[in-house]
């Protein structure tokens, strides 16, 4: 995580206050990959453009899950969840979320086949089980090298 975010996590830390909003972003290697570090740097210079800072809390998270989503963010305590963020976005996330309290519905995840908006809790559902299923796939993964890794070690002696 970048120095401004340890610095935060430490201010939070020695004075914890209220924020009328958390957003968390998913910094995980994806959403990284896709453009998280400059969504953040952006959400936070326009956080602090409209003299926010004591409101809305950002917050850098590991991986969300949805990495083919990404970069993902969750505004709470709404719970809006917003997908393929980019920094050219920030703008009007900070003044219909955050000022107004509007949803961007452009930012939502909607189903592909039919494209209809998934309600929140499904999306954290979908999302959990997405995850569930990376995770086993990689452990299977592992275990399916480590496996012939070292059948090749057997045949060698």
């Given at each position: 995580m970048s120095?401004?975010?340890n610095a935060a996590r430490a201010e939070t830390l020695e004075s914890p206050s209220l924020y009328r909003a958390n957003v968390l972003v998913c910094h995980g290697t994806s959403c990284t990959a896709s453009g998280s570090?400059?969504?953040?740097?952006?959400?936070r210079a326009e956080v602090a453009r409209r003299?926010?800072?004591s409101e809305v809390?950002?917050?850098?998270?590991?991986?969300r899950g949805f990495c083919a989503m990404g970069p993902v963010m969750i505004v709470y305590p709404e719970g809006i969840f917003y997908c393929q963020v980019q920094a050219s976005d920030v703008k009007d996330l900070v003044e219909e979320t955050l000022?107004?309290?509007r949803v961007l519905?452009?930012?939502?995840y909607r189903?592909?086949?039919t494209h209809q908006a998934v309600p929140f809790y499904e999306q954290i559902r979908s999302t959990a089980s997405n995850f569930a299923w990376c995770c086993a796939t990689a452990v299977s993964s592992i275990r399916r090298a480590s496996r012939s890794t070292s059948r090749v070690a057997v045949t060698r002696r």
């Open positions: 120095d401004s975010s570090p400059p969504l953040i740097e952006d959400l003299g926010l800072e809390r950002i917050v850098e998270t590991g991986c000022v107004k309290g519905q452009r930012l939502t189903e592909p086949a």
